[in-house]
């Protein structure tokens, strides 16, 4: 079974989400016969780099609200967090734009790190206070992650390194009729639309396994012959 979770790494259901895959997928059985692939998606494509606003201000702004009602209101996403096990920093967190953290995640794909690459760059924004739009913040995980520091440099100082593969990713999402994430699809076929509870993505998991895996097939384990009926006649046992 292959997983393809759409996601940003600025995105708090993202993070609540995949906590929460993560656990369906550690109480299915099937777990080791499962792929997950992480797929690039910005939830504004023109958000700026880091301007010094905290994340209260930038979401008062954003939706027209106050200050007191954006804290609220992260207050109760800090709450959903906490019931998967995560603590979400609101407070130092950094608004910023996340191209270069995602083309970062493609070459971490081509390393083999992509899991651990995507999971460090959510838990320094939301937990951490890291700029993940900042080339030294960047440089930092990928070594945290053990992909070479010059090699990091060199795709980050390239705006063309790994472009395309963001953006196909993004295009494939448009495709599929993605407007939100996190968003999650089981075998091209069926499709999670945000951090639903546990059981829902349980119960996905396993009504794709039952509806999609290879039907048994059957090994006969007869020794004897003409000791059946069939068509309505009966094998009639030699004496001898």
Known sequence: MKI???????????????????????????????????????????????SGQNIHE???????????????????????????????????????????????AKLAKVKGKEPLVSEK??????TEGKNIGDFDALIAIAEDAGIDREEVLRVLNDKNAYASEVRSDESLAQQYGVRGVPYFVLNSKYAISGAQPLETFKGALQKVWEEESPKPVFQDLSTAEDVSCVDGSCAIPDKD
């Open 4 to 50: 393809e979770v759409w996601s940003d790494y600025v995105c708090p259901f993202c993070y609540i989400g995949k906590r929460r895959l993560e656990e369906a997928l550690n109480q299915f059985p099937h777990r080791d016969q499962v792929e997950v692939e992480f797929k690039s998606f910005e939830l504004d494509s023109n958000s700026p780099e880091y």
């Open 58 to 104: 930038v979401l008062a702004k954003k939706y027209g609200m106050s200050i007191d009602q954006a804290k609220q209101a992260n207050n109760g996403v800090g709450q959903q967090a906490a019931t998967v096990g995560l603590t979400f920093n609101f407070e130092e967190m950094k608004p910023t734009n996340t191209f270069d953290a995602h083309r970062l």
């Open 121 to 126: 760059l959510l838990q320094a924004y939301f």
